[in-house]
């Protein structure tokens, strides 16, 4: 990513959301042009899934009416962010090159009909992408209404990894590139285990479905190998646009709601992070997941603002219960994102599709039209970003990281593992809960990375951690920060092989322990644990899991009271250098987190914001201000302190303000800026 942030070049926080004219007739398109000037709508996507209508048979294009369209958003100062439809081919071109089929892991070759991309890995399919986005890019390069570039669409979604011939082949390639040697790559393979030794380059395959579990390193590496592929994918589209066109280009990523891709190594070859974000409807406090979603999307563009590509204006259509969103949320949703750091607030749709396979997902202009609560609300929060102009530009700070790493995902999530209780998911998810409650704002961390300016760094799941990134982790606490681990961390290596001397060693002096053994627990089973700290004394509860620590200089935080552990430790702190690692052995319940959270934040320094229940406060730092932006998911009026102006009403605000129930409020402040 370039460090000079290249904003697509127009006014104010973008508003809007993805066009599909294509399926309307002309006089839909003049009327949508008015309605999105009345919604304050000032950018739209288009051209994500036109192929088939943009290049009719290969080689052959109809640009007419992209250019009519163009022209016609342009004439009413709508801009446009100009997508490459590749993530859906025609049918001429699976026809034309039935093997760019992706098969499945068990053998199923994928049909047309639906969405999805062809093989991230067939030479056909590259040739076609290059020629759509390279004829497009020409067009388009200095056409007045494109401000950005949308190449493909969610990557990795809903075709991912590829065990067709030519995937095979591709990922010989690919480990002969990685390891050089069949000596090198059998030996980070573990292939002298069930007598999986390679002699020829040739028989080393995809992992596909096999009578019992495939080697965890192989799959891992298959993992890997289809994340780079498809972003091979991305940077041949990318160039190809940026060989004609200057307009910054991204793709939308899906942040915690998808593994294939690592956001990390994505972020850095686009030029502005990109996000879709959607509710999960199951989860009756999703505001927590959106908030995982912003701050993950915020934290891999090195703190960058971003931009929200997709979100819903009410329910989606592909969960099994879709709900719609209540009076409110959507503006709540969308000011959430914004305070964590987004600059665009867009939607999936413009205008609600009367047919095909997302009809009952909602959208900007549903199929109730405008005489709706949910236009009525789109407009209202057009006006509302409007009066957020200035907010653009303006930085979240966090004092606190938490360890966010997807190659430890993918090798966590493989088959076998001690539990299926524990999940990288569910932990990260209770810690950042936590913080959530506490009003603690949040960044996401590769362990690799330089963590000094943390005050506390917490890894809920770092099962896969490598020597190197082991010792930054005690670089930091020997340095003066202050690191929680939790369970079922700091297992493997970058291969998926335990670590020599056990499990933890490689943090041993950062936490002042080992793990000797790790004794589940049954199903439903729960566990106490006896807490003693800094005069404190209390009985936490936990489930899932125990371990049997070998202590080596951390004290003892808490003591298990029963279960396999009982009498043993189970949280810990070793003091190591002039910082503190803390190490927790159990999956303790919110209550728990809660005392635990309590002695970390002290010992680290850091302060909870002491904000109602339910009340959400994230500060923006500008250069001349700060923003402080409140979100009351609460049914009641809540207080906030601040002093400045609401900048939604231009109210001056004198030490606090009353934020209603399921209302947000803005706040300019007097104080902050320019740090
Ligand atoms: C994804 C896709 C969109 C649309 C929405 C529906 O995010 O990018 O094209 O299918 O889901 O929620």
Redesign the pocket.
């Known amino acids: 990513m370039s460090s000079q942030y290249p904003w697509p070049a127009m006014r104010g926080i973008a508003y809007g959301g993805?066009y599909t004219p294509e399926q309307w007739p002309r006089e839909t398109w003049l009327e949508d042009v008015a309605l999105m000037r009345e919604a304050g709508v000032n950018l739209v996507s288009v051209g994500?899934?036109s192929w088939a209508l943009l290049e009719t048979s290969e080689g052959v294009f109809d640009f007419a009416w992209l250019d009519e369209l163009l022209d016609l958003l342009h004439d009413h100062g709508i801009a446009v962010d100009l997508g490459t439809p590749t993530?859906s081919p025609p049918a001429w071109f699976f026809a034309g090159h039935p093997d760019a089929r992706v098969v499945t892991r068990d053998g199923t070759v994928m049909g047309f009909g639906a969405?999805g991309m062809a093989s991230h890995s067939s030479a056909a399919y590259r040739v076609a992408i290059v020629r759509i986005a390279s004829a497009l890019a020409e067009r388009y390069a200095e056409h007045p209404a494109v401000v950005l570039w949308h190449v493909h669409?969610?990557y990795g979604?809903p075709v991912g990894e590829d065990y067709s011939d030519q995937s095979a082949a591709a990922f010989r390639t690919w480990l002969r590139e990685k390891y050089a040697t069949l000596d090198a790559l059998n030996a980070a393979w573990g292939t002298t285990f069930w007598g999986q030794r390679y002699g020829e380059w040739d028989h080393v395959g995809v992992p596909a479905a096999a009578p019992s579990v495939v080697n965890p390193s192989q799959r891992l590496d298959f993992a890997r190998f289809t994340d780079h592929q498809l972003r091979q994918c991305f940077i041949a589209e990318r160039d190809a646009i940026r060989a004609h066109a200057s307009q910054p280009i991204t793709t939308?990523f899906?942040a915690n709601q998808s593994w294939t891709t690592d956001m990390w190594a994505w972020a850095r070859e686009v030029d502005i992070v990109s996000d879709?974000h959607?509710l999960w409807a199951a989860d009756p406090e999703g505001e927590i997941g959106l908030a995982i979603a912003a701050d993950l999307s915020r934290s891999v563009g090195g703190g960058k603002p971003w931009i929200l590509?997709?979100h819903?204006t009410s329910a989606?259509?592909?969960q099994p219960r879709n709900i719609a969103k209540r009076p409110g949320e959507m503006a709540r949703n969308s000011v959430t994102h914004l305070a964590r750091g987004a600059d665009a607030i867009l939607f999936?749709?413009w205008r609600a599709s009367r047919f095909g396979?997302?009809k009952f997902?909602s959208a900007m202009i549903p199929h109730a039209g405008t005489e709706s609560r949910v236009w009525r609300e789109v407009v209202a929060l057009g006006a509302a970003l409007d009066r957020l102009d200035e907010i653009r530009g303006s930085r979240v700070v966090a004092d606190v990281a938490i360890l966010w790493d997807f190659e430890s995902f993918w090798a966590q999530d493989l088959e076998w593992r001690p539990s299926v209780d524990v999940s990288h998911a569910e932990r990260i998810r209770a810690y950042y809960e936590r913080l959530w409650r506490d009003g603690i704002t949040v960044d996401f961390a590769l362990p690799g990375q330089d963590l000094s300016a943390y005050k506390l760094v917490i890894a809920p799941a770092q099962y896969m951690l490598s020597a190197a990134d082991a010792a930054n982790l005690d670089r930091y606490v020997a340095g003066g920060g202050t690191l929680v681990v939790s369970f079922f961390s700091a297992i493997v290596d970058e291969n998926d092989a335990v670590h020599p001397g056990g499990f933890v060693a490689p943090l041993r002096d950062t936490l002042g322990l080992v793990v000797e053994e790790f004794l589940p627990l049954r199903e439903g089973s729960q566990c106490r644990l006896r807490w003693s700290h800094d005069g404190a004394t209390a009985t936490l509860a936990g489930d899932a899991w125990q371990e049997d620590l070998v202590l080596s200089g951390a004290e003892i935080v808490a003591t298990y009271v029963d279960g396999p552990g009982a009498a043993k430790a189970a949280v810990t702190r070793h003091r190591r250098g002039d910082g503190a690692g803390w190490y927790v052995s159990t999956r303790l319940d919110a209550e728990g987190l809660g005392i635990l959270m309590s002695a970390v934040y002290a010992d680290a320094g850091v302060a909870p914001a002491g904000h109602p229940d339910g009340v959400e406060v994230v500060v923006r730092r500008g250069e001349h201000a700060d923003y402080v932006v409140a979100i009351n998911h609460g049914d009641d009026a809540a207080t906030i302190a601040a002093t400045g102006v609401e900048l939604l009403s231009g109210q001056p605000v004198e030490g606090s303000i009353d934020v209603a129930g399921g209302g947000v409020a803005v706040i300019r402040t007097d104080e902050g800026g320019g740090r």
Request: no cysteine; net charge negative; charged share 25%.
């Open positions: 993805d994500i899934f993530a969405r669409n969610e979604v939308n899906m879709d959607y590509m997709e819903s989606v259509n592909w999936f749709q396979a997302e997902h």
